[in-house]
């Protein structure tokens, strides 16, 4: 195959008994064949979104053609973003997310690291896909003003159509973007 020339992959390795195939780039980048899926992971570097998924979808279609997969039948994206704040995230949280009173955090007798939100989005008949969005601060030493997004998407109809892939990718960016910075905005709106 050319992904390791074209998309820099410096390691190739198979899996036992035809279970299939890893080409990696360092532990940050790595492409995984399955007989039933395909993994593409690309870790924070300087590729823009747009960057990504046209390089997703150009491994897609190379593997499709080389394995001869008739139809997607499932996609899976995970987008992460790290959102810069002015001032400690935890503390927000606690007070303009859950409303958490002092009095109640008492009870553990330990201070608070951090609070994280889930939200779960399941299919509808308007919007098909399947979406989970995590809100927590970013658990490192002195990264306390920000604030971790992880956006899940399953997109579960089956498509023969390598595009749709692409599409689906923009779908589960602009919500994480959109709707995701939007709801955190409101949240986190400076209160009178």
């Known amino acids: 195959m050319s992904l390791s020339e074209t998309y820099r992959y410096d ?11 890893v080409l990696k780039q360092g532990n940050h980048r790595h492409t995984e064949i399955y007989p039933d899926r395909l993994t593409v992971k690309e870790q924070p570097t300087s590729l ?31 987008i992460r973003f790290l959102v810069p704040f ?15 009173p002092d009095e109640a955090l008492q009870v553990f007798e330990r201070p608070i690291l951090g609070m994280c939100l889930r939200l779960e989005f399941p299919p509808t008949t308007e919007k098909p896909s399947q979406m989970q969005l995590r ?11 920000m604030l971790y997004l992880e956006l899940t998407s399953r ?17 589960a960016y602009a919500f994480i973007r959109e709707k995701a910075c939007s709801f955190l905005e409101t949240c986190f709106a400076a209160q009178d």
Request: glycine share 4%; proline share 7%.
């Open 11 to 21: 390691q190739f390795s198979l899996l036992g008994a035809g279970q299939g195939a």
């Open 155 to 171: 997109f579960l109809q089956p498509t023969p159509n390598n595009e749709e892939i692409s599409l689906r990718d923009q779908e």
């Open 48 to 78: 823009s979104f747009d960057e990504y998924s046209e390089q997703a979808l150009a491994i897609a279609k190379e593997i499709r053609e080389k394995i001869r997969i008739p139809v997607w039948v499932l996609q899976q994206s995970q």
């Open 86 to 100: 002015e001032e400690a995230v935890t503390p927000l949280m606690k007070e303009r997310i859950f409303s958490v």
């Open 135 to 145: 809100v927590e601060p970013y658990f490192r030493p002195n990264e306390e003003k």
